[in-house]
């Protein structure tokens, strides 16, 4: 935001320290040790906390009227900030949707990515602009969609870097290590991905699925049930899950049921 023109004016943080090292990113940027001194200096004040803690954050603090507050959690809604709300301040929702593991990182991937955005109407002007502003892609979103919309972002997220490691894990079975299968897949995630934003969902998927390999799925099943068998539900679950976009590449009646059988069989034999 800094960089896109927005004078960034004050951070506070339960840990002071880390309140300073941001700080000294910011040109005009001060760090506060209390909460209560940051939101007096601001007229937009993000809680950029852990979901739990946003109504903890926000009555903790004295708040103006006509003063702005958004949070950045992608499942909350507007109701965390009940407490500001009620003092005047005017409440809002502004969440990037994007796995984060440094500053120097995020920065460079917020880019081309979506902002969930909440609030009223002048409210969701304002985010939307700075969305764009740095580069980010404004959605607005109703406060019973969140959960869906997060779950999306944590499937793609968390739970593929959960996969990525379950994945690279299956390379010590064959005499390498988890980092030896890192290595090898993060080029085809990679691939994968600028398929998917090339061609779309559902020509981007490849495999043994769309092709109707029978035999390689079979081999599949049999190699996790010998040598992996807990991964052997996830990979089950993944393959009927995704079943219905190989359906749409054309994958023939007949194949489609009797991938079912197999990967059903499975499932009743455990």
């Known amino acids: 935001m800094s960089r896109a023109g927005y004078s960034v004016v004050a951070v506070s943080s339960r840990t002071p320290a880390s309140a300073r090292q941001f700080a000294a990113r910011i040109e005009g940027c001060v760090a506060y040790t209390d909460f209560q001194e940051a939101a007096d200096t601001a007229d937009m004040v993000f809680i950029t906390t852990s979901d739990d803690a946003i109504p903890l954050v ?13 949070h950045c959690s992608g499942a909350a809604s507007l109701d965390v900030l009940e407490t ?6 005017v409440p809002g929702a502004f969440h990037p949707l994007q796995a984060f593991s440094s500053v ?17 109407d002048d409210m969701r002007e304002y985010l939307a602009k700075m969305a764009r502003d ?11 969609d969140k959960a869906l919309y997060h779950l999306s972002g944590v499937m793609m997220g968390n739970l593929l870097t959960c996969l990525v490691g379950l994945s690279a ?21 990679l691939g994968v991905a600028h398929n998917v ?9 490849a495999g043994p699925y769309p092709r109707g390999d ?5 081999k599949h099943m049999e190699a996790l ?10 990979y089950r679950e993944l393959a009927l899950a995704g079943l219905h976009l190989a359906v749409e590449q054309g994958l023939a009646e007949d194949a489609e049921n009797l991938f079912r059988q197999i990967l059903n069989d499975s499932r009743n034999s455990e």
Do not use: C
């Open 58 to 70: 926000a009555a903790s603090v004295q708040w103006r009227a006509g003063q702005g507050v958004a």
């Open 84 to 89: 500001a709300t009620q003092q005047g301040a």
């Open 104 to 120: 120097e990182n995020g920065v460079r991937s917020i880019p081309g990515i979506t902002f969930g955005i909440e609030g009223n």
């Open 134 to 144: 740095i580069g980010g892609n404004p959605v607005f979103l109703k406060p019973e």
């Open 169 to 189: 894990e299956v390379w010590e079975h064959i005499g390498y290590t988890r980092d030896d299968g890192v290595k090898a897949l993060v080029p085809m995630m």
């Open 197 to 205: 934003a090339t061609s779309g969902i559902p020509a981007a998927v």
């Open 214 to 218: 029978i035999g390689t799925a079979t």
């Open 225 to 234: 049930a010998s040598q992996h068998p807990d991964l052997l539900p996830l």
